[in-house]
Nanobody, 126 residues
Framework: QFRLVESGGGLAQPGGSLRLSCAAS????????IGWFRQAPGKEREGVSC???????KYADSGKGRFTISRDDAKNTVYLQMNSLEPEDTGVYYC????????????????????WGQGTQVTVSF
């Protein structure tokens, strides 16, 4: 059974940092594109970042220069390091997986992913 579990969310002050983890079970993450998405209260879910099976990373404008996505294939885990957090980063963060391209194509930060985690809450506030 394919399963993704997010962790690492919590309360952070503006300017602070959090590292989110997305651990997979039932399949090998290194064959998959992994995306991070978030949903703020009253807003639609939006893409934050993704990393392809060929390790090409992409970021939405909201996270460029502040967020870093990485993968540890030995731990079957993808991380999202979030620095210089802002109150606008508050929301439930989800990771998602989709089989990667055999041609090494980059990932997309859109909703075509077919395996989703349950989400982890991030709150940025004083």
């Amino acid at each position: 059974q394919f399963r993704l579990v997010e962790s690492g969310g919590g309360l952070a002050q503006p300017g602070g940092s959090l590292r989110l983890s997305c651990a997979a079970s039932g399949f090998r993450l290194d064959y998959y594109d992994i995306g991070w998405f978030r949903q703020a209260p009253g807003k639609e879910r939006e893409g934050v970042s993704c990393i392809s099976s060929s390790d090409i990373a992409k970021y939405a404008d909201s996270g460029k220069g502040r967020f870093t996505i990485s993968r540890d294939d030995a731990k079957n885990t993808v991380y999202l390091q979030m620095n210089s957090l802002e109150p606008e980063d508050t929301g439930v963060y989800y990771c998602a997986a989709e089989r990667g391209s055999p041609f090494g194509n980059p990932c997309a930060i859109t909703d075509q992913y077919n395996v989703w985690g349950q989400g982890t809450q991030v709150t940025v506030s004083f």
